[in-house]
Every structure is written in C-alpha cells, then in structure tokens.
C-alpha cells in the first residue's frame, strides 16, 4: 500500500471520516471513487488525469448527510471548495483535504489559507486548444460568430451534463426549472439552449474556477466550455478581481464602460 | 378566469387630441380577462372616480388599469379610488397614455396603436398582480444621540422639547465636546464656554433625556423604530450615587503629569480627573492606564481621601441593551496634529502648534489663563505665523476637500493675538479665504483692517529651527511669486479637519455609509442632507463633514425633526413594495441555497440569515437569506442577481414583468 | 550576488568618485555590479524639457536592454536618472497606449519588469544587514545628509523614503559611526542643472544649504546626487564669494563614506578629486 | 421577403428605472418634446431590478431593439443600484458579443429626471439605428424554429 492508501486505511478504520472522495482506475480512465470501506482503500489512487471535479459531490447532502468525509483534492477541487466555501457551501469542519505530491506524500491542507497558497502554486498552464479557439472566434466578425454558435448550440440535447458536473452549479432549483415564470423552453431549440447557455456563463462570471468539466461532460462535445473561460479572462481584464469572486454582486464606482450614453 | 377593468382618460383633449382614446378602450375591451372598458373625459375628476368605483362594484373587477396621465401624478389617487371600492390598491396599474403617448406624438394610428400596446402590456401585468398589504412597523418611542458635542447636545434638547425620550452617550468623561475647548467663537467673538455651558447643564438635568457619559455604541442591531443598541459603560472607577464632585480625589492624586486632553497636550492632569472645571457630569474618572493602582498595584490614595466612599476599583465595564425607534450619529470631528506635516517640523518643535491647541491659549481658564504664552519657553511670542490649508486641499497629503472652519478660526486666532499681545506681528499665509457665511467676510476684513493682521497669500514650504527661532520659507504669490522668509516666535497650523478616531468602525456597526475620509454620507447631498441610506439613523454636525457652530446647531435641529416626526408616529406604514424570499413545502423549504452572494448587494444591509430549524430537535436544516422588510426600500437588485430566482420584489415580480414584455411584444 | 549597474553619464565624468566608490564599495559585501552592456543616456534634464516621447524612449531602451540582458535589478546611482528611469516604467504601466508608441519607436520588447533601485535602496537591501559587521574605522563626525530633490520626488511615483523629512541616509549614517544633525535644508534644491547657465543662482541656493550645515556644525555634507554634488562642491568659490566667507565643510558621497567605515583605500574611493578638500577627514 | 428598411418600423422596448428616465420622458411628455412612436415603456423600480433574461426574452418576443436607462452613476435613487447594473451589461453585453448576438441593438443610456430633451434624442437615435439595421430576423427566425424550418424547406 502506498502512502496515500495507508493514510485512507488508517482515517476509515479509526472513524475519523465516514467517507473519502477519491479516484480510481476504471477500465479505460480515471474515475471517482467513494471509499468508506478501509478494505477498499487499496483502490484508491492519485491523478490529476480524471475529467470530474469531485468537488460537485461536496455539495450533495444525500451522499454527505451531515458526516465528516475526506477528499483527495487536486488543484480543480481545490480551488471548487476555496469558491463553495465564499458561498457558505462548506462545513469546513466536517470536509478533510487531502492532496498528495509528486513523491506520494500526503498532505492535509488545514486552512483555506493553505488551499490558496496550494493553488498560486500548482495552477496548471492554460489549455493552447482552448486559447486557440476563442481566438479564432474572436476574429470572426459577428454574423460568423453567431453562424458558429447557432449551428453548434443546436445541437445541444440540454441534457443538463454541463450543470451536473459543475461544482459551482448547485441550487436546489435551476432556473432552467423555474415556471413561473417559463423563462427558458424546457424542451430542446436553439433559442433556448442559448439562452441557457448564456444563464449558464452570467451565473458563474466571477464564480468559474476554470476547471472545465462542463465541457468534459458534455456528450456531444459542445465548446461550451470557452464559453466560461472567455468569460472570466474578459472579466478580469475588465472589472478586476471581484470581492469573494463574485463581480456581480459588488461593484466599482469607476468601473469602466464604453457604450452607456 | 380573471375580471380587469380598463378605464381610458381623455384628460380633457391633452389624451385624446392624439389618441383615439373610444378605440382604445374598445379594443382593450375585447381581450381576454377584461370585463369592462370604457373612456371618459376627466378620470381623476370626482364623477371620473366614481365612474371607476362604480364599475368594481358593478362588474366584481379584481384589477383595473388605468389609461391617464404619468403614475408619478396620479397612481395614488387611483389606487385609493380602488381601495374606497373594495378593491386592493395594489391591483390597480396605471398606463401612461399622456407623458409618454399623447405629448409626444403626433396624431395617427402608430400613437393609437401605441397606447394600446402599452395597455396591453399592463392588462397581462395587473392579472399576475397580487393583493399586498402595507407594511406597518410599530415606532420604539425614544431617540438614541451618540455623542455629547454641541450636535448632540441640541438634537437631544430639540427632540427633548418635543415630550419625546432621548438617551444621550457620549464616550469621553464629560460631554461639550470640541466646542468646549474653545476660547471665543466667530464671527460674533462671544465666550465659547458661556453659550455652551448652560446647555450642557440643561442636557443633564432635562427630564426627558438620559445622559450616560464614558460609554460607547458596541452593537446596533434592528431597522427603523425597532432599532436594539447594545451600549458599553465603560467602568469609570466612581459610585456616580455617592460621589458629591467635591474634588479632593483629584488634588491628592500623586500622577500629575498627564498630558491633558481637554488642553490638547499643552496642560497636565491627575489620572483620576475631571475634564475641565464645567464638565458635565463634574465628577472624576479614574484614567486606567496612568493610575498608579492600575498599573502597580499600589497607592489607593484617592479611595483614602474621598469622604464618601465612592471609589470602586474593581468595577468592570457593564453592557446595557436599550430599545430605540431613531438614532442621531454626532459625534464630530479631530483635527490632525502637527506631527502629520514633516516639513513643518513633524511635531519636533513644540513651537508649532495645532489651530485647536491655540485655541486653549486663548482660552480664559487654561492653561495660560488666556494669556498667549508659547509651549517651550512660557515666553509671550512676539511674532506668530499662522499657516491656512495645512493638509486641507491637498490631494498629495490624502485630504483633496476644505476643511471649511480654518480660514475663519485662522482670522479668529491671529485676531486674538493681536488683541492680547500689543505690538505683536501675525502673519496669516493662505490659499484663498473663504469666508461665506453671515458676517464673515465682515470679519475677516476687521482681522486685516483694524488689527493688521499680515494676511500672504501663498504657501509655506518649510518651517525649521535656527538659533531659537522658527524660520518659516514661504511665497507670496501676489508679489510675483517672491519668497518669504519669517523668523517667527510660534507657528499655528490649521491643520485639516478629519473624521474622528473609530469612525469608521463606527459606521460599520450601524450600517451607514461614509465616504473615503470616513465622513459618513448623508442619504442625499441636497434633499436628504440629514438622513443616512439607513432609515432611521440620522446625521448631524461635523461627523459628515466639517462645520461650524452654525451649520452644525442647524442641521442638528433639522436631525431633531426628522427624529421627531419618525416618534410621533405609533405605526410606520411603508409601500408592501419590498423583496421576499420564497418559502416552499420541506424538505426545501425555500429554493434559496444560501450562497449569500447577494448579502453585498442590497444596500439597506436588509438581507439576513434565516434558520430553518427541525422542529422536534431543534437542529438547523437550513440556513437561507431573508429579507428584513423594515429595512428593504424595494431597489430590486437582488431580485435580478439570484440565480435560482428565490427572490422576488412584491409589485414588480419576474412574473408579472415578464407578462408585460411579451404581452405588449405580441399584440 | 549579481547586479545589474546603470552608471549613466555623470558617473563617467563629473562625478567619477561616484562610481569609484560604489564600485568599491561591492566587493566588501560579496556583490558584483554588472554594467547594462551597450547603455546611453538617460535623456536628463535636457530630454524632458524638450520632447516627451523622446524622454520615455531614452529610458525605455535602457530598461529594454536590463531586460534582455536578464537582469532584474539595476542599481542607479545618480538620483537623476533614477527618476528618469523611474518616472518612465510609471508612465508607460500606466498608459498602455504611450507603452506601445514608446515600445514601437525603440523597436525592442519592454515590459517594465526591471526593479530600479537607487543608491540608499541598494545599500538597504543588499548591504545594511551586513554592515555593522564590516566596520573597522567608525565615520566618527557630524553629518549634514542631504537628500536633494530628485531622490525622493514625485513620491507618488518613487515611493521611497519621507517625502518631506527624509531619513534613510540618517539611518544609514548613524549605523557607521555619525551624528547626523537636525537641519533645515534637507530637500532644498541645490540649483541643479543651472549650475553651467545661472552659476550666480546656484551660488545663492547651494550657498544657503551649504552655510545652514555649517552653522550647525556639520563636518562633512553627505550626498547621493552627482548633481547636488558638483553644485556644493565645484561651485565652492562662488558660493563663498555669494556668502562673503570661506566655508570649508566637505561634501561626500554616502557611498565614499561607508567606504571608509568599512576600510576601502580613500584612493579607490576618489576623495582625492573633490574640488573642496577631504583633509580634516 | 424582408421589409425594405424605409417602410420598416422596428419595435423597440424600453426598460427604464423609475427615478430618472421614466420621469425624464415624463419631463419629455410635459415639454411636448416629439419623437418616433416605436419605443414603449416598460416600468421598473431601479436599473438594479432589470433582469438581463428580460431583455433576451424580449428578442425572442420581437423585438428588434432595445433601450435601457436609468440614473447617471452616483444619482441612484437607491444609492447602487445602477452601479449594480453597469456590471451586470458589462458582462452581459460582453457573452452576448461573443456569441454573435447584435449588441448594437440594444441602446444603454443614463437619463436623469431633468433630461427629458435626451431622452426624446435617445428613442430618435435609436429607432434611426434600429431602422437601418433592419429586423432582427435572425434571432426571431432562431426564437420560433418551425418558420425557420418552414424557411428551409422553401
């Protein structure tokens, strides 16, 4: 057993947490594993490889209840749970951070002071695909954009994967749910799936933590998730880093704008 | 199935010279949910209003909406037409036909067309309309003052005056505040201490007003007239009930070299103390931190000398909780000391001194008895410098705004020196002199006319020490920009006027706004200069900005009102147009999840944290936000920043503003 | 340690002292200053009299090469290129589009990284810990330091020291041996750059600050300006001729004096080419 | 068939915040200020309270322009409510340009209570632009898909 395995091991069996959040390997890929048995510890693995973030489980009272549980985090957690916790989403008292380093260590990051640090240091290198294809849009002139993502939108199924997977996207009630009154058409049409998609992006702005498993879950492989990511790199070129992350709901006297007259 | 009733004005012709108003009457007939429809000349004249009550009555209408002038002139009336009628007020809108069809369109068919659109829109609007309620708070009869200067002493009589209760803190020993240190006031020369005394006297012993001196605002919670203060007494070491203020204490405390604060510094005092000899209450505290007990354990010789036994060392601060319907904030200003300004001396030469510190070498009492003797030496300076705008619109010291009171204080001051010391030479170095204001000008003419004063007008560049005296660099701007150079005896700097210590704090506890020099921010520059965005919590006197005695009395008297109109009240009734949080069947409870993203953005502090709790065990399930309608004005801006739409603003919901868009979109 | 070192013109004429002594000064502390290769004026005075853009581009190449030439901290030591240099990144990371026309007219990539650091500010961060230890010959006198104009303003954009009443050299002295006095003329302009056009202003300016020390019994007049320098010193005649009387008092190089306290050859140190003469010393 | 712009008469919405630009076009009204009859009014009590999901569902209502307006920075009625707002069109109107929907089309202005000559100005300037972009025919096309197949089918 390895260290991390050990440390798992040794929190189950002394009941220090009713459950870890981790990952294992699954028959082609990494995927999440709830481990609450110390028998079952040896499954457990480190990668930062696997297309969930498993902070979305955080926030699951039917998985959770009101126990304490653990989670092998990578900087994706991570910077989910330093954003949930902004948003009250958190009993920091009931959640263990978990991380391991490059030589199988484990840490327990204690202190959201020690996740922030955690993430200055390892933030991982924009993705060039992603920064490609925003470019590419943002050369486009505006009836191309709109061709773009109208044909690309139409596809979409609003089969909600996107809002699943997202950690930050945890209301009890979606407005995409909401009928009084009926602001988007539940049912699949282009009008539609874009204005979810733009109630999506307004929702996180200041929130995303740019992790991207929106764009992973989603099962026709739509680019939604550039949506967000252009999104956060334009908010912060033009409002700044907002209070607690959330730039809507504070503001600044002398924020700039260019087309109010 | 819902019964609307449309009622089309023609306001004499100003309606329908451009409107077809019978059409649009007509047509608005004929969509679904409207009961009844009609025009009519004059809707707001009486037979137009019972033509209205008639109807409701008649047809049972649930809603009206009504096709008249802007709802800024006349939705009240029509609401409360509705209300005479038995109809919730709240179910009536009002279409804007005249400000914004008839005046400004031309006659034809768009402009017809156009009003009904727009009564369209408020048709399918008024039939998701709810029937709400006024909100009626009950009003806490008594007014809490914090701080005991000339601003709180005068709201606290005027509000006293009117038969309503008021509590008084005030955080230092004695109340009187700035304007008691004072030696003479301007423009009129008359003794500080002579027009102000008798008001601190008649503030203690007013029967409608309780005074707690050496106490200070911990806590605020509530809204308006319902407001909770959590005060803190602090422990002055005296049984208040059994000292007489005989003032023996105070001669045999061995501690005697306590820089006075009353005599900003420039006397001493005991560490059991009464401020100044008029004090208000004229009883000693006891200064924890330079007693010699406190501090060593030993000594209790004021407990040994007191003939009453009053002394009682082991007090500690008690907490007190009152119940207020208004709160006045007055509690001033401080001026900057010298040791903000390095290139006047950086408060190394004790020569230069503050504005408030010449102030009590002017005084009669003390520390000089009056006469103008300088700091270092006890010499009577023969040649003082007074230097205007010391940190005061200067944006590279932080401080862009006038401090408002220096140029005339500044006159006052080099006035009295040259009355007290014959043969002596003042020279003022200013900016500009501002001196509006009933006979200020007047005043500072006498200063250069009559008493020579040397007014220069440019600015000081430096002050240092040579062979004991104070070398002033200065230019004079109207002589060609030619440097000056003064030897001078004593410099006075009128240092900038600044927000008192803690201010900030302060604001934070109760929840008003201030501005970037922690000044706090009245509600409107102009039309609310007294109010603060909180209602029920007022401003007076310097703590907004600097004033003078005048300004400060006025606007405290202005405070008093708005207090006392706030108290006579037995309920406050407010428009139900406030922001709720829905509430649904559990396990939910609410669709709020309690992110409190939008706690920073209602700007009453009107959201709260609401537990929902398990009845049996008492365990919280849930925690959501909620909205204190006492304190929400109906902005609506959380409304549109939740993203799970779990609030909504009564009046103007999601729903019925959605309605309305596409209602007036699809006809 | 390695540094990256901007002499600028003064330091290879008039005031050659200067960079003697601060080149001597390096070794004692274990750092090495290494010229920015291929260096030109900063612009001076004379630039940003003349042509705006002109006096951003001239500090904007030096910078660029610092840059290029992978150093991240200059020091400088005449306070007036330190205020070019550093009035420039600030205009430039201020105004993005004044950066791209500065950045395009000097054809080099700038990103306004490079740390400009003054002679005090080098001294604090690289040398003052060490100091103490270092001492082998006390700087035992009474000190006038004076500051100048240029090391300490505009503070919005150097942010360094008091403004008004600055103190770091005082420090800096007392921690050598010295007794730095209380004085009047701490940042009072010496006459600057009218010293070749206006030599009767600068006798008068210069004259005051130079008596007020002496008065006060000052034995020596510490600086960190070439041009504050060669005002007290080369215009000694004049000022004397303004002040109708023969004032001795030496004017020295913060640096030269360290030097000394640490036991650097005065040679090396280039007391020997003041025009008033270090002899009491 | 696409209208030609001359005959065209864009339907425009206006969202406006109580204080300032409702009663600035009240003052409009009571200056007898003419301009064009295609804007209408929709009420609210503060540029705060403008949900940006209204000014999308009224594209897919229609509308081929839209106006909103409220208190000039620092003039809010409720102290922050338009600075609120401010943020919220800087990025909204930032998602909206990316995904290739024509901002131009939707006019943000402050209009205080004493303007009413601005705000005839505003609607005049904007129906103007409006008229010469045309309709808005590719959002309504997207917004009611069956014509849209309709016109594929064509």
């Not at chain 3, 035992?140 to 919005?156: D, T």
Request: aromatic share 8%.
């Amino acid at each position: 057993m390895n260290k991390l395995q050990e440390r798992a091991t040794d929190l189950l069996k002394g009941g220090t947490v009713k459950l870890i959040i981790g990952f294992e390997q699954g028959n082609n890929k990494i995927r999440p594993f709830f481990c609450e048995k110390p028998e079952d510890a040896e499954k457990l693995i480190y990668s930062d490889d696997c297309s969930t973030n498993n902070a979305v489980y955080l926030t699951k009272k039917e998985l959770i209840g009101d126990n304490k549980i653990a989670i092998i985090a990578t900087y994706k957690e991570i910077a989910s749970i330093i954003q949930l916790n902004k948003e009250n989403q958190i009993k920091k008292e009931n959640l263990m951070v978990l991380t391991v380093d490059k030589d199988g260590d484990v840490t327990e990051l204690t202190s959201f002071e020690e996740m922030e640090k955690f993430c200055e240091e390892n933030t991982p290198a924009p993705d060039p695909v992603v920064a490609a294809l925003i470019e590419k849009i943002d050369k486009m002139n505006r009836e191309e954009r709109w061709a773009y993502w109208k044909s690309e939108l139409d596809k979409c199924i609003r089969c909600y994967a996107c809002r699943a997977a997202c950690p930050l996207c945890y209301c009890n009630r979606c407005i995409s749910e909401v009928n009084c009154p009926q602001w988007l058409d539940p049912w699949k049409s282009t009008l539609s799936n874009i204005e979810w998609q733009i109630n999506r992006v307004m929702h996180m702005s200041g929130r995303c933590t740019g992790c991207g498993a929106c764009a992973k879950a989603c099962p026709l492989d739509l680019p939604i998730g550039i949506l967000t990511k252009k999104m956060s790199t334009d908010i912060k070129e033009m409002l700044g880093e907002g209070e607690g992350g959330n730039v809507l709901s504070t503001f600044n006297p002398n924020d700039k704008e260019n087309f109010i007259h | 199935m819902s019964r609307i009733g449309v009622f089309i004005c023609h306001c004499g012709e100003n309606i329908s010279a451009t409107v077809d108003c019978e059409r649009v009457a007509q047509e608005a007939g004929r969509l679904e949910g409207v009961e009844f429809a009609t025009d009519y000349k004059y809707m707001c004249s009486d037979p137009g209003q019972t033509l209205i009550k008639n109807a409701i009555k008649e047809h049972h209408l649930d809603g009206v909406v009504v096709g008249s002038c802007s709802p800024r002139m006349h939705e009240a009336t029509f609401r409360k037409t509705c209300a005479e009628a038995g109809l919730n007020p709240y179910m009536c809108e009002i279409a804007n036909l005249r400000e914004h069809v008839s005046w400004v369109h031309e006659k034809g068919e768009a402009t017809t067309r156009k009003a009904i659109q727009i009564v369209t829109g408020l048709i399918s609007k008024v039939q998701r309309n709810k029937p709400l309620n006024t909100i009626k708070v009950p009003v806490t009869k008594c007014a809490l003052v914090i701080g005991g200067g000339i601003a709180g002493i005068q709201t606290a009589l005027d509000i006293a005056n009117c038969g309503q209760k008021v509590i008084m803190i005030e955080k230092s020993p004695s109340i009187g505040g700035h304007m008691s240190q004072l030696s003479e006031t301007f423009p009129t020369l008359d003794c500080s201490q002579c027009i102000l005394t008798p008001r601190m006297v008649e503030v203690a012993q007013h029967p409608n007003i309780t005074l707690y001196t050496y106490a200070e605002l911990d806590k605020l919670e509530g809204f308006v007239g319902n407001f909770k203060a959590t005060i803190r007494l602090k422990a002055k070491s005296i049984d208040y009930s059994k000292c007489t203020g005989c003032g023996l204490c105070t001669t045999k405390c061995p501690n005697k070299k306590i820089p006075s604060e009353f005599n900003e510094g420039l006397g001493m005092r005991t560490a059991i103390y009464v401020p100044f000899p008029q004090a208000v209450p004229n009883k000693p505290v006891i200064d924890k931190e330079h007693c010699l007990y406190y501090q060593k354990g030993k000594c209790k010789i004021c407990s040994k000398s007191c003939p009453t036994g009053a002394i009682e060392y082991d007090k500690p601060d008690e907490f007190m909780t009152i119940e207020v319907g208004a709160v006045v904030v007055t509690t001033g200003f401080n001026v900057l000391k010298t040791d903000f300004f390095p290139e006047y001396g950086y408060g190394k030469y004790k020569d230069v001194i503050t504005g408030l510190q010449f102030e009590r070498l002017a005084s009669a009492s003390w520390p000089t008895l009056g006469e103008i003797r300088r700091p270092s030496d006890g010499k009577i300076p023969q040649k003082v410098v007074f230097i205007a705008c010391c940190g005061s619109r200067d944006p590279a010291k932080g401080i862009p705004y006038c401090s408002k009171i220096c140029c005339m204080y500044t006159a006052k001051h080099a006035m009295l020196y040259q009355h007290k010391v014959h043969g002596g030479d003042s020279t003022v170095f200013y900016m500009d002199i501002r001196a509006g204001g009933k006979n200020y000008e007047e005043f500072v003419r006498r200063a250069i006319e009559e008493d020579h004063v040397n007014y220069v007008r440019g600015r000081v560049a430096r002050v240092y020490e040579k062979d004991g005296k104070l070398i002033v660099k200065g230019v004079d701007t109207l002589l060609g920009a030619e440097p000056v150079e003064i030897e001078a005896d004593m410099v006075v700097l009128a240092t900038a006027g600044v927000a008192s210590k803690g201010a900030e704090e302060l604001a934070q506890k109760m929840h008003i706004s201030y501005d970037p020099y922690h000044f706090f921010a009245e509600a409107h520059p102009k039309l609310k200069p007294v109010e603060t965005n909180t209602a029920g919590i007022f401003l007076a006197g310097a703590c907004q900005a600097p004033k003078d005695i005048p300004e400060t009395v006025a606007a405290a008297s202005g405070a008093a009102v708005k207090v006392v109109s706030l108290l006579s009240q037995e309920n406050l009734v407010r428009e139900p147009i406030v922001a709720v949080v829905n509430r649904c069947a559990p396990p939910l409870f609410s669709t709020c999840v309690g992110c409190f993203m939008c706690e920073t953005i209602c700007p009453y502090h009107a959201i709260e944290h609401e537990e929902i709790k398990d009845r049996k065990t008492g365990a919280v399930i849930k925690t959501i936000a909620k909205i204190n309608p006492g304190l929400c004005q109906g902005c609506g801006t959380c409304v549109s920043f939740c993203r799970s739409k779990s609030i909504d603003l009564e009046g103007y919901t999601n729903e019925e503003m959605y309605t309305e868009v596409m209602a007036l979109l699809n006809h | 340690m390695k540094l990256g070192f901007y002499p600028g013109c003064s330091l290879q004429g008039t005031s050659r002292e200067y960079n003697e002594s601060v080149k001597a000064l390096a070794p004692f502390f274990d750092i090495e200053l290494i010229d920015i290769e291929d260096w030109n004026c900063c612009g001076a005075t004379a630039a940003h009299s003349v042509n705006k853009d002109l006096s951003l581009a001239l500090p904007t190449r030096i910078l660029a090469l610092a840059e290029k030439q992978g150093m991240k901290e200059i020091v400088v030591p005449c306070a007036s290129c330190f205020n070019r240099l550093s009035v420039t990144q600030y205009e430039l990371a201020e105004d993005k589009e004044l950066k791209k026309k500065i950045t395009d007219t000097i054809d080099m990539p700038y990103e306004g990284t490079v740390k400009i650091l003054n002679v005090v500010q080098f001294i604090d961060q690289y040398i003052k810990d060490k100091l103490t230890e270092k001492i082998v010959k006390p700087f035992n006198y009474k000190v006038a330091c004076y500051y100048g104009c240029l090391l300490v303003r505009p503070h919005k954009i150097l942010k360094f020291d008091r403004v008004e009443d600055p103190t770091s050299m005082d420090e800096l002295m007392k921690m050598i041996g010295s007794t730095p006095i209380e004085w009047g003329f701490k940042t009072e302009c010496c006459g600057a750059g009218l010293s070749v056009s206006r030599t009767d202003l600068v006798a008068k300016l210069s004259g005051n600050i130079v008596k007020d020390a002496a008065d006060r019994g000052a034995e020596s007049i510490i600086v960190a300006c070439p041009m504050c320098h060669s005002n007290l010193d080369m215009r000694r005649p004049e000022i004397n001729k303004y002040l109708k009387e023969d004032v001795t008092v030496p004017v020295i190089y913060l640096t030269q004096a360290i030097g000394l306290a640490v036991g650097a050859d005065p040679s090396k140190l280039g007391l020997q080419r003041h025009f008033v003469k270090v002899t009491t010393l | 068939m696409e209208e030609s712009n001359n005959n065209f008469e864009p339907r425009i919405i206006a969202f406006v915040c109580n204080w300032c630009t409702y009663a600035g076009a009240d003052l409009t009204g009571t200056s007898r200020i003419k301009y064009a009859t295609n804007v209408e009014i929709v009420r609210f009590p503060c540029t705060g309270r403008i949900d940006f999901m209204l000014l999308l569902k009224a594209f897919a209502g229609g509308a081929d322009g839209i106006i909103v307006s409220g208190c000039h920075p620092n003039d809010c009625h409720y102290t922050s409510g338009n600075f609120h707002a401010r943020r919220r069109w800087i990025v909204f109107r930032n998602i909206l340009n990316f995904l290739g929907i024509d901002v131009q089309r939707i006019r943000f202005s402050w209009v205080s209570a004493a303007e009413g000559a601005k705000w005839a100005d505003i609607v005049n300037d904007t129906v103007k632009e409006i008229r010469e972009l045309g309709p808005y025919t590719e959002y309504k096309k997207v917004a009611n898909y069956l014509d849209e197949e309709a016109d594929s089918h064509e």
